[in-house]
């Protein structure tokens, strides 16, 4: 049974430049959550989607956009790049409901410069 | 406004002593309280959660931890450590009006020495 797997590992672009990272779900797995975590911090929550809708959102600028699939596949787009979008980019499945474990992709690192 | 808090940036143990990794919580209504550990380069791996009944939550790879609500604290424990228990540790919270949103503490570097 395959985990939650994302594309690619390791991304560099420069400030200005847009990028989109891929997240597959674990089997099972209806809802999709990606996360930022910055050097040395906890994951921060960026948004979330189910039945192919952005159904919750941190507080993160429209910059950030994403998008769900028939399969559950998600997108995660950052445009206009700024240095202080270098990090590791998580994304997190769920089946929906109240209390469900997320489970956490190996992530994306994106390094800006 | 809910939070995580783990108070220790590092913790420090030898190998074969027990170990606590420490978080204290503020949140709005009942609490739904999560374990991870990361390893470096690596994503969250999910380890334990405390949502209701028992206060004392076992999870994977031996690790346990106390929820306690009257210090409003979730301190992950284990009996006996091991060097590949070496890695960061997060605890985190479910939000309360945004119910799959986590909110994660700053983390727990655990050093275990052999």
């Known amino acids: 049974d395959a985990g939650v797997t994302q594309s690619p590992t390791h991304l560099i672009k420069t400030r200005g430049q847009q990028v989109t990272l891929r997240c597959s779900p674990k089997s099972g797995h209806d809802t999709v959550s990606w996360y930022q975590q910055a050097l040395g911090q906890g994951p921060q929550f960026i948004f979330q989607y189910y039945e192919e809708e952005e159904r919750q959102r941190g507080n993160f600028p429209d910059r950030f956009s994403g998008h769900q699939f028939p399969n559950y596949s998600s997108e995660l787009n950052v445009n206009a790049l700024l240095l202080g979008d270098s990090a590791l980019y998580l994304c997190?499945?769920?089946?929906?409901?109240?209390?469900?474990?997320?489970?956490f992709g190996p992530g994306t690192r994106l390094l800006v410069l | 406004a809910q939070s995580v808090a783990q108070p220790e940036d590092q913790v420090n143990v030898a190998e074969g002593n027990p170990l606590t990794v420490k978080c204290t919580y503020s949140v709005s209504g009942n609490p739904y309280l999560f374990w991870y550990v990361q390893y470096p380069n690596r994503g969250l791996q999910f380890l334990l959660k405390?949502?209701?009944?028992?206060?004392l939550v076992k999870g994977s790879y031996g690790f346990e931890a106390e929820f306690n609500k009257s210090q409003t604290s979730f301190h992950l424990k284990k009996p006996s450590a091991l060097v590949s228990d070496s890695a960061l540790y997060f605890c985190a919270v479910r939000d309360a009006y945004n119910t799959d949103k986590l909110i994660f503490g700053t983390g727990t570097r655990l050093q275990v020495f052999p």
């Open positions: 405390y949502i209701t009944g028992d206060n």
């Open positions: 997190a499945s769920c089946t929906r409901g109240q209390g469900e474990t997320q489970y």
